[in-house]
C-alpha cells in the first residue's frame, strides 16, 4: 500500500535557521504531493502542492518543495524560519489508491525559539 | 463562507455509546472526506464521498457508518463507542470536478471524542 514516511518527528530551530523536512513516498506511478500545516490549536491547511510541472513549488510564508522523481521525495524548505512557523508539517500524496485519497505522514512538529 | 464546520468540538462518550459527529461545507464541493488524527500516526481516512449519496470506505472504517444525503452534509456515526476510538476527528472536502487529484482538500475545525 501507498505509504509517506516523514523522518523528523521533532524539530526545534532557532529563529532565521533554514529549514529542511524530509518526505518520502512508496508509489512509482504518477502522483500528486501536498504540504499541510497545522497551527497551535487551528485546523490542517495547504501550504504548497505538487500536480505536475515545474518540480520546485512554492507556496505559502516563503516555504518551497521540490519533488524529486529519482529519489521519490518531496521535501519542504524555508531559507529563514520564524518563531510564527512553529506547528505540525504533514507531507501527503494520492495517487496509488485514487487521486482522492490522501494518505499522509506521520508529521513533523516543529518549534522555533525566538 | 464558513468553509467546513464540525460540531462538536469535544465529546466524551462511555463505552457502548453512539454519536454522530457532524460536519457541514458551503463550498459546493462534490467530494467530502473522515480523517481521524493520533498522536503520533498522522491523518487516517475513516470513510470518503464523491457526492451526494455515494460512500466509500477508506482505511479506517471499522467501527463508523456515514452518509450523504446532500451535498453539504456529510455526517459520521459512532455506534458503540470503544476506547480505540478516542481521537480527533477531522472533515474535509474538496471541489473533485477536473479530477487528476491536484486538488485541495480543505478541513474543518476538528472534534476531539474522548471514550471512557
Known amino acids: 500500500a501507498q505509504s509517506v514516511s516523514q523522518h523528523n518527528h521533532h524539530v526545534i530551530l532557532s529563529e532565521a535557521a533554514s529549514l529542511e523536512l524530509g518526505c518520502n513516498y512508496s508509489y512509482g506511478g504518477t502522483v500528486n504531493l501536498f504540504w499541510y500545516v497545522q497551527y497551535p490549536g487551528q485546523h490542517l491547511q495547504l501550504l504548497l502542492k505538487?500536480?505536475?510541472?515545474?518540480?520546485l513549488v512554492k507556496g505559502i510564508k516563503g516555504f518551497e518543495a521540490e519533488f524529486i522523481k529519482s529519489k521519490f521525495s518531496f521535501n519542504l524548505r524555508k531559507p529563514s524560519v520564524q518563531w510564527s512557523d512553529t506547528a505540525e508539517y504533514f507531507c501527503?500524496?494520492?495517487?496509488?489508491?485514487?487521486?482522492?485519497?490522501?494518505?499522509f505522514g506521520t508529521g513533523t512538529r516543529l518549534l522555533v525559539s525566538p | 463562507n464558513a468553509g467546513v464546520t464540525q460540531t462538536p468540538k469535544f465529546r466524551i462518550l462511555k463505552i457502548g455509546q453512539s454519536m454522530t459527529l457532524q460536519c457541514t461545507q458551503d463550498?459546493?464541493?462534490?467530494?467530502m472526506y473522515w480523517y481521524r488524527q493520533d498522536p503520533g500516526m498522522g491523518l487516517k481516512l475513516i470513510y470518503y464521498s464523491v457526492g451526494a449519496g455515494i460512500t466509500d470506505k477508506g482505511e479506517v472504517p471499522n467501527g463508523y457508518n456515514v452518509s450523504r444525503s446532500t451535498t453539504e452534509d456529510f455526517p459520521l456515526r459512532l455506534e458503540l463507542a470503544a476506547p480505540s476510538q478516542t481521537s480527533v476527528y477531522f472533515c474535509a472536502s474538496s471541489y473533485g470536478g477536473q479530477g487528476g487529484g491536484g486538488e485541495t482538500q480543505y478541513f474543518g475545525p476538528g472534534t476531539r471524542l474522548l471514550v471512557l
Open positions: 463550498m459546493n464541493h462534490n467530494y
Open positions: 505538487y500536480f505536475s510541472g515545474d518540480p
Open positions: 501527503a500524496v494520492n495517487g496509488e489508491t485514487g487521486f482522492q485519497k490522501l494518505v
